[in-house]
Nanobody, 122 residues
C-alpha cells in the first residue's frame, strides 16, 4: 500500500519559518502532481501549493512570495518551505499526491497524508 507521511509542523511566532516534508512510500510506480493543502478550524480545506513532475507550480494567492514548494523525485518527497508566517496560516497541513502504484497499468489515485499541525502565534 502507498502511504504519505508528513513531518515538520509545530508552533512558531509570527514572522518565523517552518519547513514541512512529506515522503511517499510503498509500491510506487510513478508520482504525478504533489501538493500541500490546509484546513483551518471551521473552514474548508484549501490548496496551498502544487508541483507537477514537469510544468507550472501553483500557489494560493495568500502564500505567494512567502511559501516555496519543491520536490525530490529520487526520494518521493515534497517539501513546503514557509517563511514570514502569519497567524492566519494556522491550520492542519495535508500532503497529497497523484500516484500510480505497482505497475504501469495501475490506475492513477490520489493519496493523502494524515496532516500536521502548524500554529502561528501573534
Amino acid at each position: 500500500q502507498v502511504q504519505l507521511v508528513e513531518s515538520g509542523g509545530g508552533l512558531v511566532q509570527a514572522g518565523g519559518s517552518l519547513r514541512l516534508s512529506c515522503a511517499a512510500s510503498g509500491r510506487i510506480f510513478s508520482i504525478n502532481v504533489m501538493g500541500w493543502y490546509r484546513q483551518a478550524p471551521g473552514k474548508q480545506r484549501e490548496l496551498v501549493a502544487s508541483i507537477p513532475t514537469v510544468g507550472t507550480i501553483n500557489y494560493a494567492d495568500s502564500v505567494k512570495g512567502r511559501f516555496t514548494i519543491s520536490r525530490e523525485n529520487a526520494k518521493n518527497t515534497v517539501y513546503l518551505q514557509m517563511n514570514s508566517l502569519k497567524p492566519e496560516d494556522t491550520a492542519v497541513y495535508y500532503c497529497n499526491a497523484d500516484i500510480k502504484s505497482g505497475t504501469p497499468w495501475s490506475d492513477l489515485r490520489t493519496y493523502w497524508g494524515q496532516g500536521t499541525q502548524v500554529t502561528v502565534s501573534s
